[in-house]
C-alpha cells in the first residue's frame, strides 16, 4: 500500500477564487490520478497527472478549469479555478501502485465547499 | 458512454448472513472489475479485484464475474456490524491505459 497525505482536508471557499490541493505520496509512483466525488455521487475522474508534460483530462474537464503538476513520481497538485458552488465536492487524489492494473489507493480526500 | 450501474440501497442483513451486492457494466471491452468498500466520510478502499470469469475468494468475500452478462456481483458471507459501508463496483478496459467507471454504489447495513 502507500501513504497518500492530501492538504486541505476541507476548506470553505468563496465563488470566484481558485484553490490548489496538494498530494503527497510516500513512494514514487507512475500513475497518479485526480478524481472528484459530488454529494451523492459516485468518483468521475478528472484526469491522470503525468509526472513532467501535461495532464490528460477526461471529457467534461478541462485544463483551464482544473490545472494539475506533476513535478516529480511523489507529489501534484490540482487548482480548482474561479469556483462555483457548483464544484462543491470532495477531491480524492490516487495512486496506482502497480501500472494499468487498476488497482487504486486513495487520499483522505479534500472536502471543499464553494459559497 | 461508459456506465455501470448498481443499486443505491440500503441492502439491509443481519448479522451472520450473507450480503450480495450486484454490479452491471455497459461496455463489453471491459477487462478488469474491482470493489471498493467506502466507509461514511472516508475514502475508497480496494476489497476485492477480478479478471476472470468464475469465483474469486479472498477471506470472507467472494467476487463473481460473468462477461457475457456483463454482470459481477460481491458475497459477503457471515456479514459483521463492520461491513457497514457503501461499496463500489468499478471497471476497467485494461488496454494499457488503466483509467476506472465507478458505479454509485451500493449502501450496505447490517444490523446486530
Avoid: H
Amino acid at each position: 500500500s502507500a501513504v497518500i497525505s492530501q492538504k486541505p482536508s476541507r476548506d470553505i471557499c468563496q465563488r470566484g477564487t481558485s484553490l490548489t490541493i496538494q498530494c503527497q505520496v510516500d513512494s514514487q509512483v507512475t500513475m497518479m490520478f485526480w478524481y472528484r466525488q459530488q454529494p451523492g455521487q459516485s468518483l468521475t475522474l478528472i484526469a491522470t497527472a503525468n509526472q513532467g508534460s501535461e495532464a490528460t483530462y477526461e471529457s467534461g474537464f478541462v485544463i483551464d478549469k482544473f490545472p494539475i503538476s506533476r513535478p516529480n513520481l511523489t507529489f501534484s497538485t490540482l487548482t480548482v479555478s474561479n469556483m462555483s458552488p457548483e464544484d462543491s465536492s470532495i477531491y480524492l487524489c490516487s495512486v496506482e501502485l502497480a501500472a494499468y492494473t487498476g488497482e487504486l489507493f486513495f487520499g483522505e480526500g479534500s472536502r471543499l465547499t464553494v459559497l | 458512454q461508459k456506465e455501470v450501474e448498481q443499486n443505491s440501497g440500503p441492502l439491509s442483513v443481519p448479522e451472520g448472513a450473507i450480503a450480495s451486492l450486484n454490479c452491471t457494466y455497459s461496455d463489453r471491452g471491459s477487462q478488469s472489475f474491482f470493489w471498493y468498500r467506502q466507509y461514511s466520510g472516508k475514502s475508497p478502499e480496494l476489497i476485492m479485484f477480478i479478471y476472470s470469469n468464475g469465483d474469486k475468494e479472498d477471506g470472507r468475500f467472494t467476487a463473481q464475474l460473468n462477461k457475457a452478462s456483463q454482470y459481477v456481483s460481491l458475497l459477503i458471507r457471515d456479514s459483521q456490524p463492520s461491513d457497514s459501508a457503501t461499496y463500489l463496483c468499478a471497471v476497467s478496459m485494461n488496454s494499457g491505459y488503466s483509467t476506472l467507471t465507478f458505479g454509485k454504489g451500493t449502501m450496505l447495513l447490517v444490523s446486530p
